[in-house]
């Protein structure tokens, strides 16, 4: 059974980091793309940051850029989002979704086979 376990969510003031951890088990880690996404209320769900064996790191939103990373960690099969500088725009729950039968970074949420449970992120200003 393939499995995905988000934490690291919390509390944190505007301009603090926060590093977000997605633990698969089910698939072999070293054919993946992994995809973190985050929706805040009212709003669709929409991807952020992936990572793939094929292609490395992908950015889907500007407003990231230069502030959160991703990384993988693949003999502890963990994914990492690691945020910095973060802003109140960006308190959502925040998933990871991962596809192990395709190797390159994509946004459609529909088509991911497997996801982490959520972590809330809130963000004071």
């Known amino acids: 059974e393939v499995q995905l376990q988000a934490s690291g969510g919390g509390l944190v003031q505007a301009g603090g980091s926060l590093r977000l951890s997605c633990v698969a088990s089910g698939f072999t880690f070293d054919y993946y793309a992994i995809t973190w996404f985050r929706q805040a209320p009212g709003k669709e769900r929409e991807a952020v940051l992936c990572?793939?064996?094929?292609?490395?790191?992908?950015y889907f939103l500007d407003s990231v850029k230069g502030r959160f990373t991703i990384s993988s960690d693949n003999a502890k099969n963990t994914v990492y989002l690691q945020m910095n500088n973060l802003k109140p725009e960006d308190t959502a729950v925040y998933y990871c979704a991962a596809d192990y039968v395709r190797d390159y970074c994509y946004s459609n949420r529909h088509l991911y086979l497997a996801w982490g449970q959520g972590t809330q992120v809130t963000v004071s200003s």
């Open positions: 990572i793939s064996t094929n292609e490395g790191t992908e």
